[in-house]
């Protein structure tokens, strides 16, 4: 991947704030204002300007830790390094990246929130760790006052498919025939509280139709089960290998959670243009700092992510993993977070989901 110069040159330091310079500067000479006469006035103000500049160095002046919510290897990890090779570049800095996964994302998200607010601490995750989990059980973070949104970086459509247990009809005689033989059906997602699971839920209540849900513990035997017809439907991530089998025939697609249809299966509606656009889900990502960052630093971090985004050799690794783009403004991620955490509480208090 091609590099671009950043904004502006390493060396070249922030504008101090007029108004509060002078004021630092009275305050600290006014108690030697009646024994100091106007030239020495002018030589201390001009001395003691000097430290106050020099409280002021260029954002980054260190290395960048970006701790990342998944093992090495995976998508996300794949996404996180060539944006941080980007960064590197980009900030005159190295941001190095490291992996901290485990308790779905929240033992990195947790390591950030409690790190400094300078600017030299963040990560990459999916947004459930912030939106999902807290309903779910109890954290060592809070997730709507500890972190400050970045920017978005990405999403994963969520597909919905049929297994050889179900070999035909769309996704509206999916939904005819659990009225007419309710519990019947069964859809399979990677466990109890889980994107897919929520997906459900809110199918369920809806449409108002009953349909069995079986939560395993992850999706490796959810789509080993699902090739051999173990369960009729099933909720996964828009993975290559999914894709693959889809292609086969081995699996067939019936709706997508997305922002729109996808490239590699335009004939596959989203579930908004089925009706159900509050289960419209996708797993998105973006990259947090601890709450308190200084809001110059999170601009430029914002500024510098979005011009990576726009590289085509980076969208072109996204689509190759069944991934979209997906930049916003500071605003509105953080608007979409919060609607999030909000639309997330109300399907699991009124579902009663509790996690495996």
């Known amino acids: ?189 990677s466990g109890s509280g889980s994107l897919g699971h929520l997906m459900l839920e809110n199918i369920r209540s809806s449409a108002q139709v009953r349909i069995t849900h079986v939560p395993y513990k992850g999706g490796g035997q959810q789509i080993t089960d699902a090739l051999s017809g173990q369960f009729e439907i099933l909720s996964t991530n828009a993975s290559g290998v999914v894709l693959q089998h889809i292609k086969e025939s081995r699996l067939r697609a019936l709706a997508v959670g997305a922002a729109a249809r996808l490239d590699a299966l335009p004939g596959v509606p989203t579930l908004a243009e089925l009706g159900f656009a509050a289960a419209n889900f996708s797993s998105r990502f973006g990259i947090f700092a601890p709450s308190g960052v200084p809001s110059a630093i999170v601009e430029k971090l914002h500024a510098q992510i979005n011009a990576v985004l726009a590289l085509p050799a980076l969208r072109e690794r996204l689509i190759a993993a069944e991934c979209v783009a997906a930049p916003a403004s500071v605003a509105d991620f953080a608007k979409a977070v919060s609607s999030e955490y909000k639309h997330m509480g109300s399907i699991v208090r009124e579902a009663k989901i509790q996690a495996d």
């Open 1 to 189: 991947m091609g590099s671009e110069r950043g904004l502006g040159p390493a060396t070249q330091r922030p504008p101090v704030r007029r108004a509060e310079l002078s004021t630092q500067i009275q305050t600290a000479l006014t108690p030697l204002a009646p024994h100091l006469d106007r030239r020495s006035w002018l030589t201390a103000l001009l001395c003691s300007a000097l430290p106050l500049w020099a409280q002021s160095p260029t954002w980054p002046a260190k290395p960048i830790k970006l701790t990342v919510a998944y093992p090495p290897g995976g998508v996300s990890d794949m996404v996180a390094r060539a944006l941080a090779e980007q960064l590197t570049t980009r900030l005159g800095m190295p941001v190095l990246v490291d992996n901290r996964a485990g308790a779905g994302g929240s033992l990195a998200v947790n390591a950030v929130a409690k790190s400094a607010p300078d600017g030299y601490s963040l990560v990459f995750t999916a947004l459930s760790p912030l939106t999902l989990s807290p309903h779910l059980s109890s954290l060592p973070y809070d997730a709507v006052k500890d972190l400050t949104p970045v920017a978005s970086v990405m999403y994963s459509p969520v597909l919905i498919a049929a297994t050889p247990a179900l070999t035909q009809g769309d996704f509206k005689a999916l939904l005819a025939r659990a009225k007419q033989q309710p519990d019947a059906l069964r859809w399979a997602t």
